[in-house]
């Protein structure tokens, strides 16, 4: 067996150690990360265009004990190859439900925004799962957005649906993750429950100066009107990006430019000090 140092060693290393043998190691290591508790939760604000913050998204990062914090692009995609992932959502839609019941937050009317992975969202009990979840710890679902991608939908779309329906009817919002990125179809837009479109931050940055980014983002906004849905703009940085969006729609913004992730703490702390928005 290897030793712990030795793991270290390979770990993250490209060109030497086989991916396979790569993988291998990150995934013990994150199985002992989460039982040794490293993982931690950072929230992002989701700000209104006219100052009001309507919620955050919650963001995953590993507080490695050598290695400092890690980001979600680091783990999640070897996590997302096997039930590694179910565990690592489930922890964080708990932790996620704790926080809505703490006082500081319990009554303000914010949503937090979870990222689901495909796997996660197909195991048969997902459902039963969460709706035991927000019972046993009494947060009101309607504090809750879940964010899926279209790569989720394409093989189940009625399997997808019913799920959806189900957690929409208890006050669930569902949100469609990286938009324009995957294989979206109008079509599937029309059949999915959805409250809400996320425009990736590739086009959101690039909108101001590259017409066909800018052509993108129009129509992201139009079909989000017609189809009477929320839009969150990611990863905008500069007044000129937020402003280009602000002259096209009614946007919700998320990012640096309105406020970098912090821990959870930290965004606690920020919201006790500042009252009710
Ligand atoms: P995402 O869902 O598209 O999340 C948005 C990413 O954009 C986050 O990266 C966020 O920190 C970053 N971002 C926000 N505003 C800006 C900006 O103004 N500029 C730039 N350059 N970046 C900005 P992060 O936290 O590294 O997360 C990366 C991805 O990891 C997420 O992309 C999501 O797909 C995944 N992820 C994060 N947390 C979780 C989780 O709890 N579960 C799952 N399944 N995936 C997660
Ligand atoms: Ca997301
Ligand atoms: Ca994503
Ligand atoms: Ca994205």
């Not at 990360?33 to 929230?43: F, P, Q």
Request: glycine share 6%; proline share 5%.
């Amino acid at each position: 067996a290897k030793t712990k140092g030795t793991a270290q060693i390979t770990f993250f290393d490209e060109s030497l150690e086989a991916i396979a043998r790569q993988r291998f190691d990150i995934e013990q290591e994150l199985r002992r990360a989460i039982k040794a508790d490293e993982l931690r939760i950072y929230l992002q604000p989701q700000v209104h265009a006219n100052g009001l913050t309507v919620g955050a998204e919650a963001l995953i990062r590993w507080q490695h004990p050598s290695r400092g914090l890690l980001p979600p692009g680091t783990f999640i995609p070897i996590a997302e190859e096997s039930d590694l992932i179910v565990e690592i959502g489930e922890w964080v839609l708990t932790k996620i439900c704790q926080m809505l019941a703490r006082s500081e937050i319990a009554c303000c009317p914010i949503r937090i925004s979870v990222n689901i992975s495909p796997r996660h969202f197909r195991q048969p009990n997902f459902v039963e799962w969460i709706k035991q979840v927000l019972c046993n710890i009494g947060v009101d679902p309607a504090r809750l957005t879940l964010e899926i991608t279209e790569g989720m939908v394409i093989d189940n779309l009625s399997e997808v649906v019913t799920k959806m329906t189900e957690l929409t009817a208890l006050g669930i919002h569902f949100s469609m993750d990286d938009f324009g990125t995957g294989y979206s179809s109008l079509a599937y837009l029309k059949r999915l429950p959805l409250h809400e479109l996320k425009i990736d931050k590739t086009f959101v940055q690039d909108a101001p100066s590259d017409p066909n980014d800018a052509a993108l983002v129009e129509t992201i906004l139009a079909v989000a009107s017609h189809l009477h849905l929320k839009v969150v703009a990611e990863g905008g940085e500069t007044h000129e990006q937020a402003d280009f969006l602000n002259a096209r729609g009614d946007v919700i913004h998320q990012g640096y430019l309105y406020g970098l992730p912090v821990p959870m703490q930290t965004w606690l702390d920020d919201w006790k000090l500042r009252g009710l928005n």
